[in-house]
């Protein structure tokens, strides 16, 4: 269920972070690719707003996908317990599991080598998001091993892309949130769901931080735009799996602020044990621990995207 960081830790750990050795952009990657100016071209882009809270007779879902092609940032984790604590706070929401791992499926119980029809299906073959949920803490819209064949699947496929987009468009109406959790890579599976998302949250592990790999993200990010879905812009950039003690964690919180500014979250999700435990128990951490630290991370950054509505 867990999967380790595809990072070394020999990098960061041990030494002091130096901020030249994650902001200078490495060979190939032009100055305007900078975090700075992707930081402006952000600022720039248009809020967009969304009244489909509870009590409003008309729902159009806000789409938010997780992503970040870094392994074990805590996308999964925030995709879970801020769609669970946004459903805690009166909205109607659905997960969807875009990751062949299938660890948000497994978090809710549910056992991806078990399930007839999942997301496969309906990148594949144009099935019904609703015929894919299952009704757990919160929707989810279940993923299967099979889904790690359908880039190739969908490789000749026309509308590829736009796969997501389409299936997600016919039940906006019945959500308040949709939260997308993507595999760590940034192929056609995550593209999917950048075409088919408003807002992009990305966490970070502050311990791996590689600003390197946030400006890839934010290339394929503009690329997206350009080419397949204009409005998509990052809602936040989220510090995960904090260790607010260590001098480490602080410059590298420091350092994301400097480069993203407003783009990072107030909300700071701390290290906690009982991430790791409540998947195993197939629960988020506001069932497992309704009134653990660990729950209130996720309730404050839900009240802080709500407050960005
Ligand atoms: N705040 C936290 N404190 C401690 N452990 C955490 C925290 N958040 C997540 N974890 C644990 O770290 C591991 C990786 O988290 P998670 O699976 O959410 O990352 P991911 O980015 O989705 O990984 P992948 O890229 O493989 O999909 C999991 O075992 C999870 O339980
Ligand atoms: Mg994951």
């Known amino acids: 269920m867990t999967s380790k960081p595809n990072t070394p830790a020999s990098k960061t750990t041990g030494a002091r972070l130096r901020a030249d050795d994650i902001v200078t952009p490495k060979r190939g990657e032009s100055k305007k690719d900078a975090p700075k100016a992707a930081k402006k071209a952000e600022a720039k882009a248009p809020k ?3 009244k489909a ?3 409003d007779k008309k729902r159009r879902a806000k789409v938010i ?3 970040n092609q870094k392994g074990g940032v805590a996308k999964t984790t925030t995709a879970l317990n ?3 604590a946004l459903k805690e706070s009166g909205h109607k929401v659905l997960a969807i599991d875009m990751d062949p791992q299938g660890n948000l499926t497994m978090s809710q119980g549910i056992d991806p080598d078990k399930v007839d029809k999942s997301m ?3 990148l594949v073959h144009e099935m019904s998001l609703r015929e ?3 009704e757990r803490e919160i929707d989810v819209a279940v993923s299967s091993i099979d889904l790690a064949g359908a880039e190739i699947a969908m490789a000749a496929q026309i509308g590829r892309e736009r796969r997501l987009q389409k299936a997600v468009n016919e039940i906006r109406g019945d959500y308040d949130f949709i939260c997308i959790d993507t595999p760590p890579s940034l192929g056609l599976l995550t593209i999917n769901a950048l075409t088919a998302a408003d807002k992009v949250i990305v966490p970070v592990q502050c311990e791996y931080l590689s600003m390197r790999g946030l ?3 934010q290339n394929t990010l503009r690329m997206i735009r350009e080419n397949l879905n204009p409005k998509v812009e990052i809602e936040g950039i989220l510090p995960t799996m904090l260790d607010s003690r260590t001098v ?3 410059e590298a919180i420091e350092i994301l602020e400097e480069n993203f500014g407003d783009l990072v979250f107030q909300s700071r999700i701390k290290k906690a044990i009982k991430f790791a435990e409540a998947p195993v128990r197939g629960a988020s951490v506001l069932k497992y621990d309704p009134k653990g630290k660990a729950a209130t991370y996720y309730r404050d950054l839900a009240k802080e995207v709500i407050s960005h509505e």
């Open 48 to 50: 967009t707003t969304n």
């Open 53 to 55: 809270a509870s009590g």
């Open 65 to 67: 996908a997780f992503a």
């Open 82 to 84: 801020l769609a669970v």
């Open 120 to 122: 496969f299906d309906v």
């Open 132 to 134: 894919v949920i299952a």
């Open 215 to 217: 400006m890839q993200l």
């Open 248 to 250: 480490h964690a602080k």
